[in-house]
């Protein structure tokens, strides 16, 4: 019996131990700063980021813009929005801008998660959508048109030069989640709300491995060691092949799969390291239960004569 309860103490313990480092990913996606900023902070100097935010700021633009400045701007508002977007691009306010894009839209999905897992879903996917604030990168780019129009064209009588204003509208941008169809977004929320508690699974983790080698006696422990190390090294491989190695699937847009791409090597160079370590540390577990299992045995056969002897 206590074999058994010492095997099932350390395969725990290796369930326990990937949950931790797992939860404690998700914790620091949603709660940090640093994170995302590694992930996503470059997107603004990579090709095709330009194109995709003058886009969208065209779209919005042309929904607000006040008739006598679309005369005044007419077939040449999108080559200029499309230069203006990329020299600005380069501008070190447009990176706090991006910056505080990013931040902002974590906390707000953390806090979307958490409603859920409070209030309960819908059920649809769409309940996991994420929405990207770019109102400040919008703020920041067209900041020196705004007040290059303000200059040039605040004398005119006619013209109000708050009008200018629709040059930095309020724009957030829905990106739907790719978990799937069938994905619960409940479960999503609860895996959220989990991860604030790592650190209690990692705990938990440590005690479990003391209690399998405590109960498990003699080379049963061992044995039960390189069981657990083993299920330890399969998670973390599995994680790091898989959820750890992202995978975005490809988009018809070239300029948006090339920030895909982008997005994709980021998050694997951030995530992917810690599930080698985790399954290197797994791997040590496998060999001191193999070689704590031959020093058992090969005790036990020098001390059996003398039993004998006796």
Request: glycine content about 10%.
């Amino acid at each position: 019996m206590r074999q058994v309860l010492s095997v099932i103490s350390l395969l725990l313990a290796a369930v326990l131990a990937g949950s931790a480092l797992a939860g404690f990913q998700a914790d620091q996606l949603l709660r940090e700063d640093e994170p995302i900023r590694q992930i996503a902070g470059e997107l603004p100097q990579q090709e095709g980021f330009s194109e995709l935010v003058s886009e969208t700021l065209l779209d919005q633009m042309e929904s607000e813009l006040p008739g006598g400045l679309a005369n005044l701007l007419g077939d040449r508002a999108d080559s200029a929005v499309d230069s203006i977007v990329a020299s600005m691009l380069e501008n070190e306010e447009i990176d706090a801008a991006w910056d505080e894009t990013l931040q902002g839209t974590r906390v707000d999905y953390a806090a979307q998660l958490e409603t859920m897992f409070d209030q309960g879903t819908t059920g649809q996917s769409s309940d996991l959508d994420l929405a990207v604030d770019l109102s400040p990168m919008a703020e920041a780019m067209t900041g020196p048109l705004r007040e290059g129009l303000d200059s040039a064209l605040g004398w005119l009588p006619f013209l109000d030069t708050a009008s200018f204003e629709f040059l930095a509208p309020e724009v957030v941008v829905d990106i739907e989640a790719t978990t799937g169809e069938g994905a619960d977004p409940y479960t999503w929320a609860l895996l959220a709300e989990v991860s604030r508690h790592w650190l209690v699974l990692a705990v938990l983790a440590g005690v479990m491995v003391a209690v399998g080698l405590l109960l498990g006696p003699g080379r049963s422990r061992w044995v039960a060691l390189a069981l657990g190390g083993l299920l330890g090294v399969g998670l973390g491989l599995g994680i790091a092949l898989t959820v750890a190695a992202a995978e975005f699937g490809a988009v018809t847009d070239a300029a948006t799969q090339s920030l895909v791409d982008h997005l994709e090597v980021q998050i694997t160079a951030w995530a992917q390291p810690a599930w080698w370590v985790f399954s290197g540390a797994a791997g040590a577990a496998v060999v001191v239960g193999l070689l704590g299992s031959v020093a058992a045995r090969s005790s036990r056969r020098v001390t059996s004569p003398r039993g004998l002897d006796r």
